[in-house]
């Protein structure tokens, strides 16, 4: 299955990696950069697992687009600024589902300023474009 080329798109960077043996197997980048063992949530094993993966991915390009965010805005983004990212693994009747908590630190700005950043880096992120009405995402000011 190929995806359609949008008009004007610019393919910034791909990122390739190579997984084998599920979640108790292994990842490894193509240029070697990542090279990790992977284990069951909550596994007795010494290997990270996808949703953790997802959660560091996410918060880290949603600091990014924060500092989109606040360039735009005229403002600095707090030098402290920290997301403590939550994906959790669930389950019901039909299947497993993910759900997210953005816990999000960004010192010295007040909340109506904090609020607005983060809603429009939530409209900016590719992580959570992604997340939009296939998980449900809470995001805290802390």
Known sequence: MQTAIKTGEQVLYTAKTRTT??????????DGRLDLKLTHPGGKGEGTNPEQLFATGWSACFIGALEIAAAGSGLKLPADT???AEVDLAKYDQGYFLKARMNVS?????EETAFKLINEAHNTCP???LSKGNIDVEFNLI
């Open 82 to 84: 920290a997301i403590d």
């Open 106 to 110: 960004l010192p010295g700005l007040d």
């Open 21 to 30: 043996g599920g979640r108790n197997g292994a990842s490894r980048s193509s």
């Open 127 to 129: 992580y959570s474009k």
